[in-house]
């Protein structure tokens, strides 16, 4: 009688319960204990954190919460929600922003989207807009909303990035430039300087950190047509992995610290220009 | 028929005094008609029986009462009344003629001019017949008055009209003459805004009565006259500014016109009207941006119709001056919101008014946007009137009340009531109520009484719309017609979040309400407090307007914009000037006042204040103004401004070398226009002033009498006239007429 191996036993059970799980839903979506799509009703505070819901690419529909479903990939809800949920604990606890203490999701088929003048979006490497959502989405900024990309990394994510992005705003009239030092969005509460790269949670177990091809991190923006930063794009780097694992010992305290400090001056800069 | 029945005309009753010429005193005349009365009805009564029921009694009341009447007129007879008049003497006294030769006289009716009427009444035996019995003099009068030989000399050119002028003068020049009468032939068309009190009491003082004719219709037959145009006369660059036109109509009622105000030849605003009856007062109110910056006569007219007798008196202009300085708005925001961040983009495309802001963003960090320097604010809330006066209005965001120090809290009082400046009280967690503002010592600043309680801010939608005062208010007009103004507003989108304000105070004006749950309430409050404005707007929720409407949709924007200009427009700097009237119709003379306040807007009556004055062809002048009494920093200047034209004037105010502030208003002198309005005889001018002075009021077909009843004056040389009045016709037909009654009640009651 053949005994078959130990570890390639349980590599192949754990894989195929991971695939079942998949399956069935994610496991996210199994154990999320939040609401998928919170109405505009259920704010009572006056900021939301609130995540983009898009068509990722290759998809029929906005698919599920992480990982791979039925619909396709659903790169939109990466890291979701403990990222959510950690970044506005800070929020709440080192600013005087009334937030909510859960996160909202939002999509580009309603006007609903309108009542929350942040958004946040990761994976943008594969979003995906009809003409329709994309008009919505640049009335949406053109009014005064305020877009946050992340999670994007390479010359490949950023051209698929830009594919989605110029059906927002034309290259012409909006073009892309780098955040300098000097620009007040990295000075609205923190003062933040010296600004580096901030690794997703990979560099526990890789030491690198960066991904695919995306060596150095780029901080860059698109402004109206009054200079004010409308949309903030992080590429090359994974703030959202820097807020979901911050609490974990072995994730490096100053990729947490500068990931917090970015994102409350990103919002505080989003509530006040 | 008057004359027949009294004897005398009816010039001798109203200008004479009764007297009774009897030897007895006329107590005795009152006492003897009492006992005569009485004696006669103890006779009546001793004829009465017991049994005479009530209808009798009557009728023997009456008949005494016609006896008693008829010996109360024996009585008075008996003690020879008689009436008094002073008189001119003939030959002695003269008698101006004072005929209008303005412009307005040159009017046709009927195809005959009034000046041709005036002509053809003096000529129809009026001036010959007062020649006869007096002395005459002819005077002609526009601006002035001046002697004539003869009516020929008129010529109906000057296009201005001073009665009250001419008048004073005339009195002047003829102060050693014995003038018994002026008669003033006009059609009252006055342009300096009537008679004055001067020249009524130097008549008065020489009983010199004057004799007013009135020449002309009272109106035209097809006209339309703009009477007046109101509005600021100060405004900030490109805002808007609300014009009110007045006017009235003949022969166009229900007929449709055009109203427009223009700037040179550019239209600013423009729209129709439906003309009201004849003669009624119409009023109608033109939005318009008044442009960049610079001193401009504006000018608001209606359209001619067709078949107008009068074009002329269509448009009348107005100066305003467009200020392009600076006004700073303070704005402390407790808590970032999204209301702060619009209403700063909003206020970016302002370019007069600067938002400066404090944010606090944790409870030790304030974010301060729009300083000029890196020093502004940098220590907080200010705690100096000069540096919290630097700014014109304050905005109060979500902060309490506690926030600030019992000090500051007190310098926010001065800022409005001392200062002059606006303060916006905004909706939110630590706002009104909720922040303790309603017992704090600001309570009464507010134009609401704020609820006494808490958890008054809700996070829940609230509709929106506007209240009546709103709809034509500056602050909420969204849109130029009222109408599509409050359908905007009702479909403005809801409000994030709303705030019970409480109860508006009398005198306070709720300019927008909002619903939530079937509850309504002042969503927009504002009152004039001390030298200052305050306004509580209950909601931190209007940025969802922005974002919940279409891109390009201006509400959001103008409402903010409006509401801070608003605020900003009434705060006065260090020196305000200001003349009662920046329009000089013919007469250039001018009032300069300023009011001048020192670096903690006191009154700073030890200033220095020179108004300096430029004008047409070079005209320059340096004036030094001189305290106002019992006005504290007040200032005042008399100037005559020779020439028509533009006059720019800058006030100046020093302390010793030291400017404290300048001021620069305009004002423009025009001749010749305003006789081209009301020009319907003014017959109320005409009769005041003849009640005024003891003349009469005579229409010209009327002057035939005109010869007799001058005669009867007190000015001049008099003599002093008894007419006995006994024999009077009157007299003899009341007798007559009493006696008859008595015998014809008799008969037909039955009593002997």
Known sequence: MTFLPRTPVVLLMGLTTGLLAFQSGGFQRRFNPYPAYESAGDSKHEFAWSRLQYTPLGGGGYGGFGGYNRGGFSSWSRDYPKADITFLAALRRLTRIDARSYQQVVDLESDAIFNFPFVYAVQVQSWTFSDQQAARLRDYLLKGGFLMVDDFHGTADWESFLRGMRMVLPTEKYPISDLADGDEIFHVLYDIGQRFQVPGEQYVNTGRTYEKDGYVAKWRAIRDDKGRVIVAICHNMHLGDAWEWADDAQYPEPFASMAFRVGIDYVMYSMTH | ?752
């Open chain 2, 1 to 752: 028929m008057f004359k027949f029945l009294f004897k005398y005309p009816w010039s001798t009753f109203s200008r004479g005094h009764f007297v009774l010429l009897g030897a007895w005193p006329a107590w005795m005349l009152g006492l003897s008609i009492v006992v005569v009365s009485s004696g006669l009805a103890l006779l009546i009564r001793a004829k009465l029986t017991p049994g005479d029921v009530g209808s009798r009694k009557f009728r023997v009341a009456g008949i005494w009462l016609l006896q008693s009447m008829l010996a109360a007129l024996l009585l008075l007879l008996l003690w020879q009344p008689a009436i008094t008049t002073a008189e001119l003497k003939p030959q002695q006294d003269i008698i101006v003629f004072l005929v209008d030769d303005s412009r307005s006289m040159t009017l046709a009716e009927n195809g005959t001019t009034r000046q041709a009427q005036a002509i053809a009444a003096l000529g129809a035996g009026v001036l010959t017949g007062v020649e006869k019995r007096f002395q005459t003099r002819l005077y002609r009068f526009d601006r002035q008055a001046g002697r004539i030989a003869n009516l020929k000399e008129l010529h109906g050119s000057v296009p201005a009209t001073r009665i009250g002028d001419s008048l004073k003068q005339i009195a002047a020049e003829t102060q050693e003459l014995p003038v018994g009468a002026i008669v003033l032939l006009t059609d009252g068309a006055d342009n300096s805004g009537g008679i004055d009190a001067d020249t009524i009491a130097a008549l008065r003082s020489r009983h010199i009565p004057v004799h007013t004719v009135g020449f002309g219709a009272d109106h035209a037959t097809h006209d339309v006259e703009v009477d007046d145009a109101v509005m600021a006369p100060r405004a900030m660059a490109d805002s808007r500014l609300g014009g009110v036109v007045r006017f009235h109509q003949y022969g166009y009622g229900g007929r449709k016109g055009k109203i427009v105000v223009r700037d040179g030849t550019t239209i600013l605003a423009s729209h129709e009207v439906t003309l009201g009856p004849d003669g009624a007062a119409q009023s109608d109110t033109l939005l318009f941006n008044v442009g960049a910056a610079g001193a401009k006569a504006l000018q608001f007219s209606i359209e001619p119709l067709p078949g107008e007798e009068s074009a002329v008196n269509n448009s009348v202009s107005r100066i305003v001056n467009v200020e392009s300085d600076k006004r700073r708005v303070l704005y402390l925001e407790g808590e970032p919101r999204w209301e702060y961040k619009f209403v700063r983009r909003a206020e970016e495309d302002d370019r007069i008014v600067q938002l400066v802001s404090m944010l606090r963003t944790t409870e030790n960090k304030i974010y301060r946007q729009g300083v000029q320097d890196p020093k502004e604010l940098a220590e907080g809330f200010p705690t100096r009137a000069e540096n919290l006066f630097a700014y014109q209005a304050l905005v109060i965001g979500s902060v309490e009340a506690t926030y600030f120090t019992a000090a500051q809290r007190e310098l926010i009082r001065e800022f409005v009531d001392r200062r002059g400046g606006g303060l916006l009280l905004l909706g939110g967690r630590f706002s009104l109520a909720d922040g303790g503002w309603g017992v704090s010592n600001l309570a009464d600043l507010l134009p609401v009484v704020l609820p006494d309680a808490k958890g008054t801010f809700h996070v829940e939608p609230a509709t929106v719309e506007l209240a009546s005062a709103g709809v034509d208010n500056y602050i909420t007009r969204l849109v130029d017609d009222s109408a599509a103004n409050a359908k905007r507003w009702k479909s403005l989108p809801y409000l994030m979040d709303f705030q019970e304000p409480g109860a508006p105070k009398p005198g306070a004006t709720v300019l927008a309400d909002m619903s939530a749950g079937g509850k309504k309430m002042p969503m927009l409050t504002t009152e004039n407090f001390g030298r200052g404005r305050t306004a509580v707007l209950a909601t931190s929720g209007t940025w969802r307007w922005q974002m919940n409407s279409p891109v390009g949709d201006s509400a959001f924007t103008l409402f903010w914009q409006q509401l801070l200009r608003w605020l900003v427009t009434g705060t006065p700097g260090h020196v305000t000037a200001s003349v009662p009237n920046q329009m000089l119709l013919d007469d250039g003379r001018v009032a300069l006042s300023a009011e001048v306040r020192g670096d903690d807007y006191q009154p700073a009556g030890d200033a220095r204040v020179e108004a300096h004055i430029i004008g047409p062809g070079g005209v320059s002048a340096n004036i030094e103004m001189t305290p106002t009494p019992d006005a504290p920093g007040n200032f005042q200047a008399e100037w005559t401004a020779n020439t028509p034209g533009s006059y720019l004037t800058e006030v100046i105010a020093l302390r010793g070398e030291r400017a404290v502030g300048r001021d620069v208003l305009t004002f423009q002198r025009m001749d010749g226009v305003a006789e081209n309005f009301h020009t319907g005889q003014n017959r109320e001018l005409l009769t005041r002033l003849a009640s005024q002075t003891g003349g009469r009021y005579w229409r010209p077909q009327d002057l035939a009498d005109l010869p007799d009843e001058i005669a009867f004056s007190e000015a001049g040389v008099t003599t002093r006239e008894t007419r006995e009045l006994w024999n009077m016709p009157i007299f003899l037909l009341a007798m007559v007429l009493l006696r008859f009654t008595e015998w014809l009640l008799r008969r037909k009651w039955g009593i002997v």
